[in-house]
């Protein structure tokens, strides 16, 4: 199983955007196949709640912060984790529409109802996808990953970051 990890600027800034978001202690934040911005938010601040849902099992060892999760399987979730989340980031292992369409069910289940912060991580190529599937909007910020990878990628965001993560792209 490969994992590609984000380069140091974008795992700092985008836990820095989710930390920004923040309105609470009790504000609780879903990472979706993403175990580096989980590492990156405990390292921070080792009291933020956070969630990591991975397919990768050695990741087991965060405990209850961890819960396995399968994008072919998309809302098979424990029951606790519907619509209880603020802050919802993914990013889907594969850059295909199917894959898309799966992990959009997950964020829909994880995501509570009113406004919740959804960040997405993905191929350029997935841009009109992000915006008809879940509403989302490309901002200028453009994340890295430490292994060089093949594909532009890119930040989505369902809300208006203003001058953080470069705003939205117009």
């Given amino acids: 199983m490969s994992q590609f990890w984000y380069d140091h600027h974008t795992a700092q800034t985008l836990a820095q955007e989710v930390l920004t978001l923040r309105k609470s202690d009790s504000t609780r934040v879903a990472c979706v196949a993403c175990p580096s911005l989980y590492a990156y938010l405990k390292n921070i601040d080792s009291d933020v709640s956070v969630q990591l849902l991975e ?33 919802v980031v993914a990013d889907p292992p594969y850059l295909s529409q199917e894959c898309l369409e799966k992990v959009t069910k997950t964020v829909s289940f994880l995501a509570r109802p009113e406004k919740p912060y959804l960040l997405l991580l993905t191929g350029e190529v997935q841009k009109e996808r992000a915006a008809e599937l879940m509403g989302l ?19 989505f965001t369902s809300y208006d970051p203003e001058t953080r993560l470069g705003g939205w792209d117009n």
């Fill in 55 to 87: 397919y990768d099992t050695r990741f087991e060892q965060y405990g209850s912060d961890f819960t396995f999760y399968d994008y072919n399987q998309p809302q098979d979730l424990p029951l606790e984790l519907k619509h209880g989340f603020d802050i």
């Fill in 137 to 155: 909007h490309p901002c200028g910020f453009r994340p890295r990953h430490s292994s060089k990878l093949g594909n532009e990628f890119r930040l």
